[in-house]
């Protein structure tokens, strides 16, 4: 890197060869020159050994590239300079001493005594420096450098960086300038610009642009992306940074930087954002950046250079101070383009915000740049996150967006999870049926939160899946994947579709957007739709796509609140979606390692529950009947399952004992029978059938016939209730017959009775056979087996039989039967459990049985503490009362069963020695009947253990186990009482369901006369091959039609329940306080607002008073005139006026080329730009109060400039002589030029005319005709513009004109078909170009019928001191679309030019024109009360 960061050059060349650095990915900025190792691929430099390509040959390739199409700038011829180097060498002029020249600099005698002159002497060659550069202070970052010529094409530097070096092509260039010498910064706002500007370019794809110097702000810039490197930070997203040096600059080069880049930037219309408080220009420019132009004067803006400059403020010149007040005032005039950070002032906080807010500033004002690029604006507010700038500036009405517009950034506010962007794209009209699609969907999936757990998930399904995955593989893994959260009870969500429609299916719209660390790419053809891209597509193949609810699972597997709330209130199938979510959140929960994720998704379960609770509420207040509907009807959306049936599987107990949902299962629960049936009744009517014909009993269907006695029958023995209390009769006859076998008729033989017992039990086992294989949603035999044994009582039951059947063949065994009877006793109790299932129904009984369940498990974890005091207590005794008892039962009596007994009270006897009794206890243990005798003292005949330890620990173990342990024991039943009671009613209604439901599919005949309903159902199933049906009662398959209006009426009433909720949200003390605060920030704003428009109205004021007074002047002075002309009054009498401004005919707006901005600034602006177009002159800065001629300017020595034109014979001699000169005549017709002016005579001075509107900076003829006045002529040709059906288009009630304008190729303005006129001729020549000859004749009569709308003086680039444009604007207006000399002239346009464009434009503010060409047809606008 010697040559690189150690080289100087002067300041005469500085600007001659470039050295551009560029770091392509996460590395450190170029400006970090002081530890750089560097490796070169040129000729005469070795090449690394470790490159960024993938072979050598690749390499090769790009070093050939650049080699021919890069080149760099050598000095050619060595002359000695006067001044030396800093190290005290002699140096050339270039600024390079002779060992760095090439040998024929060095010794040719080509050039031998000659000037040196940078434009014979410098020549290009191709470069040989470039390569890889390593910044050892940023972890060995690798970036790319080249060294390269000023004159390089920007297009090829562009392909090198993207398609050589392989850098992402940028959304937004942000190039930082500033003070590169004595630059300070305010640390906070060090901070704040540091990490602002990484936000912008993380975030937005951004390339940052700085000198390359290790000085300055650029320093800054390149110790910010620095430390993001070495944070590792760049995970998240890349910072590309590029650094464009002068080649060999040294430290601290002043020279380098250029102290007014941000006036360049502004005229070529770049928005720039200046930082107050960074000191120097930056603090002028702000400081000054709100006052009106006239007030922007030399001596204000010396005074702040003397407090900016402090230091160097003495060094500056007069001419200096001058051209910097000219460059501020450009700069501040273009307000549209100027945006001032404040740091905590004006309520800007982050400085990405402020580069955000100039972008879209410059975007409403520049035309060409506003229409083209609102995606692009739109797209950094996205990334940025600023809904509130996007929806205060880019939603606007002068912007209408198509929905398929809004697609890409949808995606991107989806995928980075921007839920306000979300709802403000729907508000804006994307629909998201037309907006998701499968491939939409895929590329979602495939952009999952990598951190979510169902990423996890679907990555252990794919990782058996090759590399390139087809979409439907991916949505079918989705499915399977959601099938599991969802539970068995739903079909899968995303079917695979037929392999001919694959191709057809998954196209995705052309998309490149940079939101953080995501960049969206995708492909579609060019100029195609993208709107039809996301379409459904038909045919045949059809598809199960339903966007809200893709969208909601898609954000709720990766527990984003906020966007899956939006989506949610967007669902059609709300209850169910509500329902869904809560399911998935819980089954995530399950597996989530995170507590606080856990937390977060138990908690929006939680909050989804309520949505459903919610809108069921609004629903079942509405219509009690469709509300029900609504619980069993089959939702196709979401897997064929219904609204109950996902409440159940969420165990969400909230909705399931809402009040609706307990009433209709209440209502399935009695069948037809009325609920208000005393169960005395139904028992008296199951035992005695006849008294059904009574009307003891009441039916719910009041019509039904009461002499139809099979159909009250039915009714009656069909309705689960009665069913439950026959198989209650039953069961219990079952266990009585059961118990009176085995104490009473337990005989050696089976006796009738215990072959009955044989007989119920087996249709008991049928039973349960039946429930086992019953498949009504035909889902298999796996999950049917699965289904029947999650439930506990189905285990009982399977437990409970196969020990019958046990306990059964060991009875009929003879030598077995006792062991047999004691296998059936067991096996008794078992059913007798059964019980506690049964009476979970009983409203009193079943929240009991709930809580005595959760207490069990309470005991199990009191056994596990109490038995290791029960086993450390009873070893401990046992080892110090005993000594070697080898008989196993008594080892565990006595340190088992004789310690647990103790804590009933029953002590040992012999534990203290006291009540010790010899004949109680064997002393060899040899008795089985007694336990062996402790350790005795043969010569007391006394135990001779120590009593005092036995006692001790008896005493620790009961007040441990006594008292501790039974307490504990106490206290955990009584929280457990305390934590179930509150939910205990909520269980209960929830495992009523189960039960309900057991028993209205169970056959109606009790055991053992169900056998005749299971050969029922055999003949039905086996033989005639009819399918198993749910009932109707718990899943209902509505017609599309009944379906439709339930939906529709489902989502009216929950927009009823999200306006509820909204008010109650604002009725919160906190959102009350929230409103209070912003209500009061909005009262500071309106105030402050209107200070300022109360002094600007102030201001407009005083400059409409001064322009009265100036044409009460020239009224005046008008009158005075004709007065004296007519000869009344005299000489001596007449009153001294004012001088004007400019003459009658002259407009101020039409001068600046656009409305005057501030009061004062009438002068003309673009006749006063530094740099001349179509040349490299540079004019002499003036600033405005420097304009007129009458001012005095002193140091006022402007260029002199004539263009060379090929026409020589059509324009005035070059200038440089007063000779040729002299034979013009001024103000008068010269020959066939016209040089008089609008505005009155005009001075000549030194033979030359002086400007009528002042100081331009330039003298001579510049690229104009003639000196003095250039007249042109601009017709402005309109007509209404229409719809279709012929009807006049209006916009505010006004009609909307087109104009028809022109445009040269490279150009991107429009323009007015005008301009200057051959001599002689009648027509402009851009008019001829674009009219048929044969039409020149009929459109000279429109001009002389036209009416003239403006006539002046024009405010051009390309005015000077000598020469000026003044034209005269035409309007010719065609109000009838059938106008013939209309149809003439669209039959006749043509262009002669092919780089020539035509077309009629529609008229408005925002029509890309050049500005004079804007003011004149804005007033013509005016004239025919037009919309503009």
Same mark, same amino acid.
């Given at each position: 890197?010697?040559?690189?960061?150690?080289?100087?050059?002067?300041?005469?060349?500085?600007?001659?060869?470039?050295?551009? +650095?560029?770091?392509?990915? %996460?590395?450190?900025?170029?400006?970090?020159?002081?530890?750089?190792?560097?490796?070169?691929?040129?000729?005469?430099?070795?090449?690394?050994?470790?490159?960024?390509?993938?072979?050598?040959?690749?390499?090769?390739?790009?070093?050939?590239?650049?080699?021919?199409?890069?080149?760099?700038?050598?000095?050619?011829?060595?002359?000695?300079?006067?001044?030396?180097?800093?190290?005290?060498?002699?140096?050339?002029?270039?600024?390079?001493?002779?060992?760095?020249?090439?040998?024929?600099?060095?010794?040719?005698?080509?050039?031998?005594?000659?000037?040196?002159?940078?434009?014979?002497?410098?020549?290009?060659?191709?470069?040989?420096?470039?390569?890889?550069?390593?910044?050892?202070?940023?972890?060995?970052?690798?970036?790319?450098?080249?060294?390269?010529?000023?004159?390089?094409?920007?297009?090829?530097? $562009?392909?090198?960086?993207?398609?050589?070096?392989?850098?992402?092509?940028?959304?937004?260039?942000?190039?930082?300038? @500033?003070? &590169?010498?004595?630059?300070?910064?305010?640390?906070?706002?060090?901070?704040?610009?540091?990490?602002?500007?990484?936000?912008?370019?993380?975030?937005?794809?951004?390339?940052?642009?700085?000198?390359?110097?290790?000085?300055?702000?650029?320093?800054?810039?390149?110790?910010?992306?620095?430390?993001?490197?070495?944070?590792?930070?760049?995970?998240?997203?890349?910072?590309?940074?590029? @650094?464009?040096?002068?080649?060999?600059?040294?430290?601290?080069?002043?020279?380098?930087?250029?102290?007014?880049?941000?006036?360049?930037?502004?005229?070529?219309?770049?928005?720039?954002?200046?930082?107050?408080?960074?000191?120097?220009?930056?603090?002028?420019?702000?400081?000054?950046? +709100?006052?009106?132009?006239?007030?922007?004067?030399?001596?204000?803006?010396?005074?702040?250079?003397?407090?900016?400059?402090?230091?160097?403020?003495?060094?500056?010149?007069?001419?200096?101070?001058?051209?910097?007040?000219?460059?501020?005032?450009?700069?501040? %005039?273009?307000?549209?383009?100027?945006?001032?950070?404040?740091?905590?002032?004006?309520?800007?906080?982050?400085?990405?915000?402020?580069?955000?807010?100039?972008?879209?500033?410059?975007?409403?004002?520049?035309?060409?740049?506003?229409?083209?690029?609102?995606?692009?604006?739109?797209?950094?507010?996205?990334?940025?996150?600023?809904?509130?700038?996007?929806?205060?500036?880019?939603?606007?009405?002068?912007?209408?967006?198509?929905?398929?517009?809004?697609?890409?950034?949808?995606?991107?506010?989806?995928?980075?999870?921007?839920?306000?962007?979300?709802?403000?794209?729907?508000?804006?009209?994307?629909?998201?049926?037309?907006?998701?699609?499968?491939?939409?969907?895929? $590329?979602?999936?495939?952009?999952?939160?990598?951190?979510?757990?169902?990423?996890?998930?679907?990555?252990?399904?794919?990782?058996?899946?090759?590399?390139?995955? =087809?979409?439907?593989?991916?949505?079918?893994?989705?499915?399977?994947?959601?099938?599991?959260?969802?539970?068995?009870?739903?079909?899968?969500?995303?079917?695979?579709?037929?392999?001919?429609?694959?191709?057809?299916?998954?196209?995705?719209?052309?998309?490149?957007?940079?939101?953080?660390? *995501?960049?969206?790419?995708?492909?579609?053809?060019?100029?195609?739709?993208?709107?039809?891209?996301?379409?459904?597509?038909?045919?045949?193949?059809?598809?199960?796509?339903?966007?809200?609810?893709?969208?909601?699972?898609?954000?709720?597997?990766?527990?984003?609140?906020?966007?899956?709330?939006?989506?949610?209130?967007?669902?059609?199938?709300?209850?169910?979606?509500?329902?869904?979510?809560?399911?998935?959140?819980?089954?995530?929960?399950?597996?989530? /390692?995170?507590?606080?994720?856990?937390?977060?998704?138990?908690?929006?379960?939680?909050?989804?529950?309520?949505?459903?609770?919610?809108?069921?509420? /609004?629903?079942?207040?509405?219509?009690?009947?469709?509300?029900?509907?609504?619980?069993?009807?089959?939702? /196709?959306?979401?897997?064929?399952?219904?609204?109950?049936?996902?409440?159940?599987?969420?165990?969400?107990?909230?909705?399931?004992?809402?009040?609706?949902?307990?009433?209709?299962?209440?209502?399935?629960?009695?069948?037809?029978?009325?609920?208000?049936?005393?169960?005395?009744?139904?028992?008296?009517?199951?035992?005695?059938?006849?008294?059904?014909?009574?009307?003891?009993?009441?039916?719910?269907?009041?019509?039904?016939?009461?002499?139809?006695?099979?159909?009250?029958?039915?009714?009656?023995?069909?309705?689960?209730?009665?069913?439950?209390?026959?198989?209650?009769?039953?069961?219990?006859?079952?266990?009585?017959?059961?118990?009176?076998?085995?104490?009473?008729?337990?005989?050696?033989?089976?006796?009738?009775?215990?072959?009955?017992?044989?007989?119920?039990?087996?249709?008991?086992?049928?039973?349960?056979?039946?429930?086992?294989?019953?498949?009504?949603?035909?889902?298999?035999? #796996?999950? &049917?087996?699965?289904?029947?044994?999650?439930?506990?009582?189905?285990?009982?039951?399977?437990?409970?039989? *196969?020990?019958?059947?046990?306990?059964?063949?060991?009875?009929?065994?003879?030598?077995?039967?006792?062991? +047999?009877?004691?296998?059936?006793?067991?096996?008794?109790?078992?059913?007798?459990?059964?019980?506690?299932?049964?009476?979970?129904?009983?409203?009193?009984?079943?929240?009991?049985?709930?809580?005595?369940?959760?207490?069990?498990?309470?005991?199990?974890?009191?056994?596990?503490?109490?038995?290791?005091?029960?086993?450390?207590?009873?070893?401990?005794?046992?080892?110090?009362?005993?000594?070697? !008892?080898?008989?196993?039962?008594?080892?565990?009596?006595?340190?088992?069963?004789?310690?647990?007994?103790?804590?009933?009270?029953?002590?040992?006897?012999?534990?203290?020695?006291?009540?010790?009794?010899?004949?109680?206890?064997?002393?060899?243990?040899?008795?089985?009947?007694?336990?062996?005798?402790?350790?005795?003292?043969? &010569?007391?005949?006394?135990?001779?253990?120590?009593?005092?330890?036995?006692?001790?620990?008896?005493?620790?173990?009961?007040?441990?186990?006594?008292?501790?342990?039974?307490?504990?024991?106490?206290?955990?039943?009584?929280?457990?009482?305390?934590?179930?009671?509150?939910?205990?009613?909520?269980?209960?209604?929830?495992?009523?369901?189960?039960?309900? !439901?057991?028993?209205? @599919?169970?056959?109606?005949?009790?055991?053992?006369?169900?056998?005749?309903?299971?050969?029922?159902?055999?003949?039905?199933?086996?033989?005639?091959?009819?399918? &198993?049906?749910?009932?109707?009662?718990?899943?209902?398959?509505?017609?599309?039609?009944?379906?439709?209006?339930?939906?529709?009426?489902?989502?009216?009433?929950? !927009?009823?329940?999200?306006?509820?909720?909204?008010?109650?949200?604002?009725?919160?003390?906190?959102?009350?306080?929230?409103?209070?605060?912003?209500?009061?920030?909005?009262?500071?704003?309106?105030?402050?607002?209107?200070?300022?428009?109360?002094?600007?109205?102030?201001?407009?004021?005083?400059?409409?008073?001064?322009?009265?007074?100036?044409?009460?002047?020239?009224?005046?002075?008008?009158?005075?005139?004709? *007065?004296?002309?007519?000869?009344?009054?005299?000489?001596?009498?007449?009153?001294?006026?004012?001088?004007?401004?400019?003459?009658?005919?002259?407009?101020?707006?039409?001068?600046?080329?656009?409305?005057?901005?501030?009061?004062?600034?009438? $002068?003309?602006?673009?006749?006063?730009?530094?740099?001349?177009?179509?040349?490299?002159?540079?004019?002499?800065?003036?600033?405005?109060?420097?304009?007129?001629?009458?001012? !005095?300017?002193?140091?006022?020595?402007?260029?002199?400039?004539?263009?060379?034109?090929?026409?020589?014979?059509?324009?005035?001699?070059?200038?440089?002589?007063?000779?040729?000169?002299?034979?013009?005549?001024?103000?008068?017709?010269?020959?066939?030029?016209? #040089?008089?002016?609008?505005?009155?005579?005009?001075?000549?001075?030194?033979?030359?005319?002086?400007?009528?509107?002042?100081?331009?900076?330039?003298?001579?003829?510049?690229?104009?005709?003639?000196?003095?006045?250039?007249?042109?002529?601009?017709?402005?040709?309109?007509?209404?513009?229409?719809?279709? =059906?012929?009807?006049?288009?209006?916009?505010?009630?006004?009609?909307?004109?087109?104009?028809?304008?022109?445009?040269?190729?490279?150009?991107?303005?429009?323009?007015?078909?005008?301009?200057?006129?051959?001599?002689?001729?009648?027509?402009?020549?851009?008019?001829?170009?674009?009219? %048929?000859?044969?039409?020149?004749?009929?459109?000279? %009569?429109?001009?002389?019928?036209?009416?003239?709308?403006?006539?002046?003086?024009?405010?051009?680039?390309?005015?000077?001191?000598?020469?000026?444009? /003044?034209?005269?604007?035409?309007?010719?207006?065609?109000?009838?679309?059938?106008?013939?000399?209309?149809?003439?002239?669209?039959?006749?346009?043509?262009?002669?030019?092919?780089?020539?464009?035509?077309?009629?434009?529609?008229?408005?503010?925002?029509?890309?024109? $050049?500005?004079?060409?804007?003011?004149?047809?804005?007033?013509?606008?005016?004239?025919?009360?037009?919309?503009?």
């Amino acid at each position: 890197m010697e040559l690189l960061a150690k080289r100087r050059r002067d300041q005469a060349s500085s600007g001659e060869e470039d050295s551009f +650095g560029v770091q392509p990915r %996460r590395v450190a900025d170029l400006a970090m020159v002081p530890n750089l190792r560097w490796s070169s691929t040129g000729l005469c430099r070795r090449r690394r050994s470790q490159c960024l390509f993938s072979s050598c040959e690749k390499q090769g390739d790009l070093s050939s590239w650049i080699s021919d199409n890069i080149k760099k700038k050598e000095c050619i011829y060595f002359v000695e300079s006067s001044k030396l180097s800093d190290a005290g060498k002699v140096v050339c002029e270039c600024g390079y001493p002779r060992e760095k020249h090439l040998e024929e600099a060095t010794g040719s005698h080509t050039f031998q005594d000659q000037e040196w002159d940078p434009k014979k002497h410098v020549t290009e060659m191709p470069t040989d420096a470039f390569g890889d550069i390593v910044f050892t202070d940023s972890g060995q970052k690798v970036g790319k450098y080249v060294r390269l010529s000023q004159d390089t094409p920007s297009s090829l530097i $562009y392909q090198l960086m993207t398609q050589k070096w392989g850098l992402d092509a940028p959304n937004l260039l942000i190039s930082v300038t @500033g003070g &590169a010498k004595d630059f300070k910064m305010k640390p906070r706002l060090k901070s704040v610009f540091r990490r602002g500007l990484l936000k912008v370019a993380q975030t937005s794809g951004a390339w940052i642009i700085t000198g390359g110097s290790h000085t300055g702000v650029m320093k800054q810039v390149g110790e910010a992306v620095r430390d993001f490197s070495l944070s590792g930070s760049f995970c998240e997203g890349e910072v590309v940074t590029i @650094g464009i040096a002068t080649w060999g600059a040294l430290h601290n080069r002043e020279s380098l930087i250029h102290p007014m880049t941000i006036y360049n930037a502004i005229t070529n219309g770049t928005p720039c954002v200046v930082v107050e408080g960074s000191g120097r220009v930056a603090d002028v420019i702000a400081q000054v950046a +709100g006052l009106p132009i006239s007030e922007i004067t030399i001596s204000l803006i010396q005074q702040k250079l003397s407090m900016f400059f402090q230091g160097m403020f003495e060094t500056f010149t007069e001419s200096k101070i001058v051209e910097w007040t000219k460059k501020i005032q450009d700069i501040v %005039r273009r307000r549209q383009l100027l945006t001032v950070f404040r740091e905590g002032k004006d309520g800007q906080q982050d400085m990405d915000v402020a580069i955000l807010q100039a972008l879209l500033k410059a975007s409403r004002s520049l035309d060409h740049f506003g229409h083209e690029n609102w995606d692009h604006q739109l797209n950094l507010a996205v990334a940025w996150n600023r809904v509130d700038i996007a929806r205060s500036e880019i939603f606007t009405d002068e912007r209408q967006w198509k929905p398929s517009e809004l697609y890409p950034m949808m995606v991107a506010a989806l995928i980075t999870n921007k839920p306000e962007f979300v709802k403000l794209f729907l508000e804006n009209g994307v629909q998201l049926k037309e907006f998701v699609s499968r491939a939409t969907l895929f $590329y979602l999936y495939q952009n999952l939160e990598p951190t979510c757990l169902f990423h996890c998930k679907l990555d252990k399904m794919l990782a058996r899946e090759p590399e390139c995955l =087809d979409p439907s593989v991916l949505l079918q893994h989705v499915a399977q994947v959601l099938r599991e959260l969802l539970g068995d009870s739903t079909q899968l969500l995303y079917s695979r579709p037929h392999s001919s429609d694959q191709q057809r299916l998954f196209t995705v719209p052309s998309v490149k957007i940079s939101v953080g660390a *995501l960049t969206v790419h995708c492909s579609q053809v060019q100029g195609e739709n993208p709107q039809s891209s996301y379409k459904h597509s038909s045919g045949q193949a059809t598809f199960n796509i339903d966007p809200v609810r893709d969208l909601l699972i898609w954000a709720i597997v990766q527990n984003r609140r906020e966007l899956a709330e939006i989506i949610w209130a967007q669902s059609q199938d709300c209850i169910a979606a509500a329902l869904a979510c809560s399911k998935i959140l819980k089954e995530l929960s399950k597996e989530e /390692e995170d507590t606080d994720s856990l937390e977060e998704m138990l908690v929006l379960a939680d909050e989804y529950e309520q949505r459903a609770i919610g809108v069921f509420t /609004e629903c079942y207040r509405q219509n009690e009947e469709r509300a029900q509907k609504l619980l069993v009807r089959v939702s /196709e959306t979401w897997g064929r399952t219904t609204c109950l049936q996902l409440a159940l599987e969420a165990k969400d107990m909230k909705f399931v004992s809402h009040g609706g949902i307990q009433a209709y299962l209440t209502k399935v629960w009695w069948g037809q029978l009325s609920v208000d049936n005393g169960l005395w009744r139904l028992v008296l009517c199951m035992l005695v059938f006849p008294l059904l014909y009574t009307g003891l009993v009441s039916f719910r269907n009041r019509e039904l016939p009461a002499d139809r006695c099979l159909a009250r029958v039915r009714a009656f023995f069909s309705a689960p209730v009665v069913v439950f209390h026959m198989n209650i009769l039953s069961y219990f006859a079952f266990l009585c017959l059961f118990a009176y076998v085995l104490m009473v008729d337990f005989q050696p033989q089976p006796s009738s009775c215990e072959c009955l017992i044989y007989v119920w039990l087996f249709s008991l086992a049928c039973e349960e056979l039946r429930q086992l294989f019953y498949d009504p949603d035909g889902s298999g035999l #796996r999950k &049917a087996v699965l289904v029947y044994f999650n439930d506990y009582w189905n285990k009982l039951d399977v437990c409970a039989i *196969l020990l019958f059947i046990v306990g059964l063949t060991c009875r009929l065994m003879p030598s077995l039967l006792y062991t +047999g009877r004691i296998i059936l006793s067991l096996d008794f109790t078992m059913f007798c459990l059964r019980l506690m299932h049964i009476f979970t129904i009983s409203k009193t009984l079943g929240p009991k049985i709930i809580i005595v369940k959760r207490m069990m498990k309470d005991v199990f974890f009191f056994l596990f503490l109490l038995a290791v005091w029960v086993v450390s207590f009873g070893v401990a005794k046992q080892a110090i009362l005993i000594h070697n !008892e080898r008989r196993v039962e008594w080892i565990f009596r006595g340190a088992i069963y004789h310690s647990y007994l103790t804590i009933f009270g029953q002590l040992p006897t012999y534990i203290d020695g006291v009540n010790f009794k010899p004949d109680q206890c064997s002393p060899d243990g040899t008795d089985p009947y007694k336990p062996k005798c402790p350790e005795i003292d043969q &010569a007391r005949q006394e135990p001779m253990f120590p009593e005092w330890l036995t006692v001790l620990l008896l005493c620790l173990y009961l007040l441990f186990a006594n008292i501790l342990l039974l307490n504990l024991l106490i206290a955990m039943f009584n929280y457990t009482f305390q934590q179930v009671q509150e939910h205990t009613d909520q269980i209960w209604k929830f495992q009523r369901h189960d039960l309900i !439901e057991e028993y209205q @599919g169970r056959p109606p005949a009790p055991p053992p006369f169900i056998l005749l309903s299971h050969l029922h159902l055999i003949i039905k199933r086996v033989m005639l091959k009819i399918p &198993a049906e749910r009932h109707k009662q718990f899943k209902n398959k509505l017609e599309k039609t009944e379906e439709a209006a339930l939906l529709s009426w489902e989502i009216y009433l929950k !927009e009823n329940y999200l306006q509820e909720q909204q008010f109650q949200q604002k009725q919160r003390p906190e959102q009350k306080i929230q409103d209070v605060s912003d209500k009061v920030d909005s009262m500071v704003r309106l105030l402050e607002m209107a200070h300022l428009k109360q002094s600007g109205a102030v201001e407009q004021r005083l400059a409409s008073l001064e322009e009265q007074v100036a044409q009460t002047a020239t009224a005046l002075h008008w009158i005075v005139k004709a *007065l004296r002309d007519s000869g009344f009054g005299s000489e001596e009498g007449v009153p001294t006026l004012a001088p004007q401004k400019a003459s009658v005919g002259w407009d101020p707006e039409l001068d600046s080329g656009s409305k005057a901005e501030d009061p004062g600034d009438t $002068y003309h602006v673009n006749a006063r730009h530094l740099l001349y177009p179509s040349c490299s002159v540079l004019r002499f800065p003036v600033p405005n109060e420097k304009v007129p001629w009458k001012t !005095e300017f002193l140091m006022y020595n402007p260029p002199f400039y004539t263009a060379d034109r090929k026409d020589k014979d059509l324009v005035d001699p070059v200038g440089d002589a007063l000779e040729p000169l002299s034979r013009i005549s001024y103000n008068a017709v010269d020959g066939p030029v016209d #040089r008089r002016s609008f505005h009155g005579v005009y001075t000549v001075r030194d033979g030359l005319p002086l400007n009528p509107m002042g100081r331009t900076g330039l003298r001579g003829r510049g690229d104009l005709s003639c000196f003095g006045p250039n007249h042109t002529l601009q017709p402005v040709i309109t007509c209404w513009r229409r719809n279709l =059906d012929g009807a006049i288009c209006r916009k505010n009630v006004k009609k909307m004109l087109e104009v028809l304008v022109v445009k040269h190729g490279p150009s991107e303005h429009w323009m007015l078909p005008g301009g200057s006129r051959e001599p002689g001729e009648m027509l402009p020549r851009k008019l001829k170009q674009v009219l %048929r000859r044969e039409l020149w004749s009929s459109f000279e %009569r429109l001009l002389t019928q036209g009416m003239k709308v403006y006539k002046g003086y024009v405010d051009d680039p390309r005015n000077t001191d000598n020469a000026w444009i /003044e034209t005269v604007a035409v309007s010719i207006h065609f109000p009838d679309q059938n106008d013939v000399e209309l149809k003439r002239l669209n039959s006749h346009l043509h262009s002669c030019d092919e780089g020539m464009a035509i077309r009629w434009q529609v008229v408005d503010e925002r029509i890309p024109l $050049y500005d004079n060409h804007k003011v004149i047809l804005q007033k013509v606008a005016s004239l025919f009360m037009a919309y503009y």
